[in-house]
């Protein structure tokens, strides 16, 4: 099988639009073993919410285990949450081991090559790994357009953190290096920011209509979240939306 | 996407005729990384080759970072060599980064799938991992059917030992998953215990005829060793060759 494999190949330009965000990791050394896997995989881009202190720390820290990946700490971007991390992208994939808030279901793993087939490879993609201990809180789901678990069959469903990062990385370069750079419809996804807002927007409206009170709000969130995710808007259809919420609120004030 | 998972579902019975064998792992730590990933996975059976004291250790030990896999490390078979371990083995897959001895050419792990539709899945199969800093030597190599690499495409083509054991069984109970059990060809492959004894028994033919001088033995032996790994032969075709190697000796004697 030929595969192609260069330093700065061909799955490098594919893999940019992809960033590796943890949520509050807990351990340097996991950090550190994340950035590893991530050089080993051609990934670049990791994004840390309110990480430990992962430069620090001793023969066990993450610049020790990181293995020649130290840029990758180095550049990693910090954030305070997890929605300051995805404003710029336009697909985001959660890892969890079970289906949460309006998720009900979960994508596997093995699919991710019929979801990146489905998408442009230029979009700006996030792949979100949870804390060690609890995982992604519900509201964090709430921003992610998939739900996705790593399948296992033994006694203990719970990946270590860096292990599930490289299955997942490894699933992806398979895939990227398999279906190549190929799309190119006319179609602008709107980002995480976007779409957030329009999420604002619309329950501004219908907080203002008496469609959300204080009893329902956190629920019908999550109600609208979820359905929004699954469409997948594009900023065009985002604009649209957002230009009628505005007239309605002409109306309301 | 209709996944079987269970506890001892069929995953469970597929993989119980795979070992998952660590030749002088270095660091406890990594050998309950490896227990705690073949736990996730579905994996039970662990052999090791002069593993060093992974019973022992505290916070970073194996047991503590087994999670839960202490009966993977409990029931793990110690080995004083790697053929020893191989003895009742059908398909031997070394992993290795690049081309080692004989094998000049590597298979990646992306073509899993393929190697185990053509194989029977009641063989006996084993997953070889080298030492963490220097691998697997030339003459373990030589022990082996198919060597396979897991492809990298970063700066760092080397892959901490967990890392490549979680991704190597990740892709292993997929293609099992989707495969089934459904191969029942009535061929039985030799198990690595009958062709090292054929080895042992040609090499001596070899070396009573002149064919093999001390000067070339360890090359010769590499070559052959290829050259038999690659023709998966039968408990059959084997038995044929080391009668007639038998007869040969009655006549040089």
Redesign the interface.
């Known amino acids: ?1 030929q ?1 192609k ?3 700065n ?1 061909e ?2 330009n594919l ?1 940019k639009n992809i960033s590796i965000i943890l949520v509050e990791p807990e351990h340097p050394n996991n950090v550190g ?1 994340v950035a ?9 881009n990791l994004r840390l919410i309110k990480p430990c202190d992962y430069l620090s720390g001793g023969k ?1 820290g993450a610049k020790t285990l990181a ?3 130290q840029d990758i700490l180095k550049n990693a971007k910090v954030y305070s949450c997890l929605s300051d991390a995805l404003v710029d992208k336009q697909v985001v994939i959660a890892f969890t081991n079970r289906a949460r808030g309006q998720h009900k279901s979960l ?2 793993s ?2 991710l090559e019929k979801i990146f087939t489905d998408i442009r490879h230029d979009y700006k993609i996030a792949f979100v790994f949870g804390r060690e201990a609890s995982g992604l809180t519900n509201a964090e789901i709430d921003l992610c357009n998939i739900c996705m678990k ?11 953190l ?2 599930a990062v ?2 997942i990385l ?2 992806a ?2 895939v990227l ?1 398999k279906i190549g750079n190929t799309k190119s419809e006319n179609i602008n996804l709107a980002t995480s920011n976007h779409i957030e807002n329009l999420k604002l927007n619309l329950f501004f409206v219908l907080g203002k209509i008496g469609y959300i009170k204080n009893g329902n709000k956190s629920k019908r969130w999550s109600v609208f979240s979820k359905l929004i995710a699954d469409k997948f808007l594009t900023e065009k259809e985002v604009n649209i939306m957002q230009g009628i919420l505005n007239k309605i609120k002409e109306y309301i004030r």
């Open positions: 099988m595969i494999q260069s330093e190949g799955n490098q893999s073993a590893r896997a991530m050089n080993n995989m051609g990934f670049f066990e293995m020649h990946s994508e596997v093995w699919n790593i399948p296992t069959f033994g006694n203990n469903t719970s990946l270590n860096a292990q490289i299955v490894y699933e370069s398979k290096n």
